[in-house]
T-cell receptor, first 112, second 116 residues
């Protein structure tokens, strides 16, 4: 079964700690994305990667970092510099940079 | 700067009737539009898309209409079913270039409730 997996589903961290969210896809897609969703708001782009070993900042990249060492994997690190890290994080991928994006199930991060 | 807006936070419809969800955009570089459906605590699911060279695209019960001059698109669901109850997001992209090239810009979402 092809798809996008995100783990864990729920994540709790103490304030000041860095945390890494996992995103893996077996769709053979070149492009991958990270979004954040807050209550009553649309999805906002954090980082995206058009191809392995390359990534670009999205609209709200401050306090986040990513890597793209493998085509299948695009982990997101939420650092202590992110002022309001509690949110629902969504990973997506697409065949090419322009096209339909397919989303994973999301990770809800709560910082206590 | 909200480039994609869904001005109705919620919509309530009776089963079997038509649901019409609206979306407005401001960036004239947008030339590709998508609708996604999302259940709580899940990722969005792609529904239907339309390119700016068309003004209508149909897929089963779902039809998207695009009015380029008004910078407006709408999603029609006919007939509506209780399982359609979810949050619907419209998204826009600029395939031809510009600062929005390739990126999807999402509206805030509309909560659709279909009553039996």
């Amino acid at each position: 079964d092809g798809g996008i997996t995100q783990s864990p589903k729920y994540l709790f961290r103490k304030e000041g700690q860095n945390v890494t969210l996992s995103c893996e896809q077996n769709l053979n897609h070149d492009a991958m994305y990270w979004y954040r969703q807050d209550p009553g708001q649309g999805l906002r782009l954090i980082y995206y990667s058009q191809i392995v070993n390359d990534f670009q900042k999205g609209d709200i990249a401050e306090g986040y970092s990513v890597s793209r060492e493998k085509k299948e994997s695009f982990p997101l690190t939420v650092t202590s510099a992110q002022k309001n890290p509690t949110a629902f994080y969504l990973c997506a991928s697409s065949i090419a940079y322009v096209g339909e994006q397919f989303f994973g199930p999301g990770t809800r991060l709560t910082v206590l | 700067d909200q480039q994609v807006k869904q001005n109705s936070p919620s919509l309530s419809v009776q089963e079997g009737r038509i649901s019409i969800l609206n979306c407005d955009y401001t960036n004239s570089m947008f030339d590709y539009f998508l609708w996604y459906k999302k259940y709580p605590a899940e990722g969005p699911t792609f529904l239907i898309s339309i390119s700016s060279i068309k003004d209508k695209n149909e897929d089963g019960r779902f039809t998207v209409f695009l009015n380029k001059s008004a910078k407006h698109l709408s999603l029609h669901i006919v007939p509506s079913q209780p399982g359609d109850s979810a949050v619907y997001f419209c998204a826009a992209s600029a395939r031809a270039g510009g600062t929005s090239y390739g990126k999807l810009t999402f509206g805030q979402g509309t909560i659709l409730t279909v009553h039996p």
